[in-house]
């Protein structure tokens, strides 16, 4: 299984970013769960959003500005950057869980099973 993460790049501060994220080399059901994580430099990987069938969780740093969704049909994970800031500096990852877990669970790394390679994200001020 591969994701392939695109859509990084450079944005002023107040602009928007749309990242996407196809998987290859499985289909991956409704009942999975795809997520995206970012780590800025220096810092801990951290949750930013996920969507599973009947799931949908945001990091509070970045709920009512970012927006996640999935084309199960095209095994495609997006993250809709709006409100862009300079702190959402980092490299973003796509991440994939092959089935459902709770919610609590789902803002935990370790509970997802495939990661795509990470796609920079730079936001000046």
């Known amino acids: 299984v591969q994701l392939q993460a695109s859509g990084g790049g450079l944005a002023q501060a107040g602009g928007s970013l749309r990242l996407s994220c196809a998987a290859s080399?499985?289909?991956?059901?409704?009942?999975?769960?795809m997520g995206w994580f970012r780590q800025a430099p220096g810092k801990e990987r951290e949750f930013v959003a996920a969507?599973?069938?009947?799931?949908?969780l945001y990091a509070d740093s970045v709920k009512g500005r970012f927006t996640i969704s999935r084309d199960n049909a095209k095994n495609t994970v997006y993250l809709q950057m709006d409100k862009l800031k300079p702190e959402d500096t980092a490299v973003y990852f796509c991440?994939?869980?092959?089935?459902?877990?709770?919610?609590?669970?789902?803002?935990?790394?370790?509970?997802?099973?495939?990661w795509g390679q990470g796609s920079q994200v730079t936001v000046s001020s």
């Open positions: 080399g499985r289909t991956f059901s409704s009942s999975s769960v």
């Open positions: 969507k599973g069938w009947s799931t949908l």
């Open positions: 991440a994939v869980r092959r089935n459902r877990a709770i919610a609590s669970m789902l803002r935990n790394g370790y509970e997802y099973d495939y």
